[in-house]
């Protein structure tokens, strides 16, 4: 049987010749969906999926977010470290399900994540970074093995973990990427699949798709006084803004930005139709921007058959982590804003019966130096992340965990190590339970091959449920 998309459905319901920026959208649109569900009712399966990522902007010093907690590992941190380390006695041990006969703690900013943690809703990824091909202390200091471009830069360092290329530059995010190979999952055509809490960003980045921008607080406002069912001056503005969008332009130009504009508008009363008809989120969220923006992203799942999505992909940017100075308070600071956030998606995510269909991941732009420039730390390479949510093998550490002492195997100079960890390892495992075919692994991330085979049938690290 052949399932109509949901463009085609508009059409035949009476919406397409006008599109749906008329006075009377918003209620054709509800009397629209309740017609468009009950046509999907028994086609569109329970196959939902999302990602979150979560881009903590700066550079997380992210060894002080798991900590070794034995001798004479902590020794070997507390030495390497010195002002900038953790009391031993304050970190939260853990226990991963595998273990490599070391102990390990959490920051104590880290109360929730630390429970998440025990009931196996989050795991750990060691010392990921951005590499070309594997790379060891030596095939560093021999200039044998080529390096990422913009090595310690934010702005290139930020681009290769949004775009899986730390071989080139280039504007397309591999989650925009990803999005343009899945799209036709998805049954909606004028909101995209890629829903930005933190505007423009690079991951999110597609060919053909690019990010659907909200607000935490407000949603999607659209143009200010713009309001189809309006009277008065904004009615005025409306049927204004509307005469201008119906004009035919001859140029090129004109013609391209104004049919942006009227794509935008008509997915931003799409999507408020749909946040209209959405029940009530009990959960508590905190009163903050990123608390904020993960209740957003709830909410937004509870329409995802309204909006017609069986593949999302959501991005949350938090800023503040380039902490070169007052480096203790500020990390303990920033971690219990995300540490509360997390606690609150994963209650708000089961309130509504979705925790096991989203995966949250985080990436930041690197790790930081261990050693302390007296108050703070620097740029480095490698660096620690995790991943939440109730399709991962949680309760556990993926990666090799490397020894935190000056002149280790892994530590270059000031503190600063070589990733054991691949970005491509961790982005194409998330990839593969996402949708994306192993044959396609390599379109995503071109590097993959030296890190994993893709027709091992074998997950790159093995912390999703694949």
Known sequence: MKYKSRRQFIKEFGLGALGITTASSITQLKAFNAAYLNNTANTFNNDYKAIVCFFLNGGNDSFNMVVPRGNPEYDEYAVTRSDLAISQNELLPITPVTSDGKQYGLNPAMTHLHQLFNNGKVSFINNVGPLIEPTTKITYQNNSSPIPLGLFSHSDQLKNCQTGLPHVRTHFGWGGKMADMLNDMNMNQNVSMNISLSGTNIFQYGQTLVEFAIDPYDGSPGIDGYDPLASGFNGQRTEGIDLLLGVDHPDMYKKTYTDILKRSLDGSIEFRAAMDQIGTLNTFFSDNRISQSFKRITEVIMARDILGFKRQIFFVQMGGWDMHGELIDSHERNLTVVDNAMNEFVNGLEEIGMFDAVTTFTISDFGRTL?????????????????????????D???AYPSLALGGNYEIH?????????????????????????GDLSTLFPNIGNFYDTGSGMAPLGFMNL
Request: charged share 10%; aromatic share 14%.
């Open 414 to 438: 000031n503190g600063v190590l070589i990733p054991t960890t691949s970005n491509d390892q961790y982005f194409a495992e998330l990839a593969l339970w996402f949708g994306v075919s192993p």
């Open 397 to 399: 550490m993926y990666g």
């Open 371 to 395: 050693t302390s420039n007296g108050n703070g730390s620097d740029h480095a390479w490698g660096g620690n992340a995790f991943v939440m949510g109730g399709d991962i093998k949680g309760g």
